[in-house]
């Protein structure tokens, strides 16, 4: 009698568990797996039309996703002072972290993105690492990115000089990065975010000057432009942190430059050049590991169904700009060979400035 009964007991656990957990309904009848996420969604709605003008991959993703990183960043596995991680310190304490010399220009979009978070009633850490992903999620090829919702408001600000500055060697920021808990490899990843970024205080001359001539689609064009020869500047000369561009219109990192070429990042570097899915994969994972520094994952909860589907991306390989050749590449992999990929046709690439939003 007792092994009857021991055997239909287990008999309805197995049908219980079997029954699919009960979906909350969200606004405009989506649903989701934690009722905590709906209030997502009314987010992805607000930002999409009012921060991302209807959706576009255009200036404000571009802050987003640098701000993304500036706030998480702020985290050291041996010092607790540094500061908590993505919890949204540099909109808590802007008045101090926008301030510091590596946070240059980020006061702009922190500004327009802290009403948003008090509208919904989220935390800051949570909406700058949510509009980051929203974002990106705009751009052709981009990642689809995860998103944990659940971090607090109870901070502290960060330390200065916890963000890498493009005059700093391949040395000092990998030290930096890995004092964070991020590999060479990941630090290689997360610069993914530059093939749709662009710049306006390296160079103040020339507004919203980009790093690629595709600054509007997540590709490896980056990888690919940063190793052709320097042959020129494209503002008013030699700026701090820059270094010669290969193209009209673009400007060139100096720690983009060295990270592409020093032995320890190279061989890493180039082989996104062709692999469009290997660099997407890479810095999703690099980026799911760099949102929730500070915190626990446990403590979280994944609310990453929210987060758009990017369109495809339209080729899984760099090109060569019109004008160049492979023997422009500066390849430094001593490894592999540079991959040959197309030349776009035409007359030689020069690029326009992004024009302010």
């Known amino acids: 009698m007792a092994f009857k009964t021991i055997f239909a007991l287990v008999s309805l ?16 009848g989506r649903t989701a797996s934690n009722a905590v996420c709906c209030k997502w969604f009314d987010v992805l709605d607000d930002i999409q039309e009012n921060l991302f003008d ?23 596995k041996t010092n607790p002072h540094a500061g908590g991680g993505a919890d949204g310190s540099i909109m808590a304490f802007s008045d101090i ?11 702009d979009i922190v500004d327009v993105q802290r009403p948003f978070a008090i509208k919904h009633g989220v935390s800051f850490g949570d909406f700058i690492q949510f509009a ?12 689809r990115l995860q998103f944990l919702a659940g971090r607090s408001n109870h901070t502290f600000p960060a330390q200065d000089l916890t963000v ?51 600054p509007s689609s997540f590709d490896p064009q980056v ?21 010669l561009s290969p193209l009209p219109g673009e400007l060139r990192l100096q720690s983009d430059a060295a990270i592409a070429r020093d032995p320890r990042t190279a061989c890493e570097w180039q ?4 692999n469009h899915a290997a660099m997407v994969a890479k810095f999703e994972a690099a980026m799911a590991k760099m949102s929730i520094l500070g915190h626990n994952a446990h403590d979280l909860v994944d609310c990453s169904e929210v987060i758009p ?47 302010p939003s």
């Not at 990888?223 to 270094?243: D, I």
């Not at 369109?311 to 040959?340: M, Q």
């Open 132 to 143: 980051g992903a929203v974002g990106v999620s705009n751009c052709a090829g981009g990642p």
């Open 271 to 274: 082989s996104f050049v062709n």
């Open 309 to 355: 589907v990017p369109s495809k991306a339209k080729s899984n390989t760099a090109v060569l700009p019109a004008g160049k050749t492979l023997t422009d590449i500066e390849a430094s992999c001593r490894t592999a060979r540079f991959p040959k990929i197309p030349t776009t046709p035409g007359p030689e690439t020069s690029i326009a400035p992004v024009p």
């Open 13 to 28: 656990a197995l049908v219980a568990s079997a029954v699919p957990s009960k979906k909350a309904v969200c606004s405009n």
């Open 97 to 107: 972290e926008t301030n510091f010399h590596a946070n240059l220009g980020t006061d």
């Open 164 to 214: 890498p500055e493009p005059t700093d060697s391949v040395t000092k920021i990998l030290q930096r990065m890995g004092d964070a808990g991020l590999s060479p490899n990941e630090v290689v990843a997360l610069l993914a975010s530059h093939s749709v970024a662009a710049q306006d205080h390296v160079d103040p001359s020339i507004h919203g000057s980009p790093f690629d001539s595709t």
């Open 223 to 243: 990888y690919a432009e940063v190793l052709l020869k320097g042959v020129a500047f494209p503002g008013n000369g030699s700026q701090v942190g820059e270094v």
């Open 54 to 76: 209807g959706g576009e991959c255009g200036e404000e993703v571009h802050e987003s996703l640098r701000l993304t990183f500036h706030d998480a960043i702020g985290f050291s």
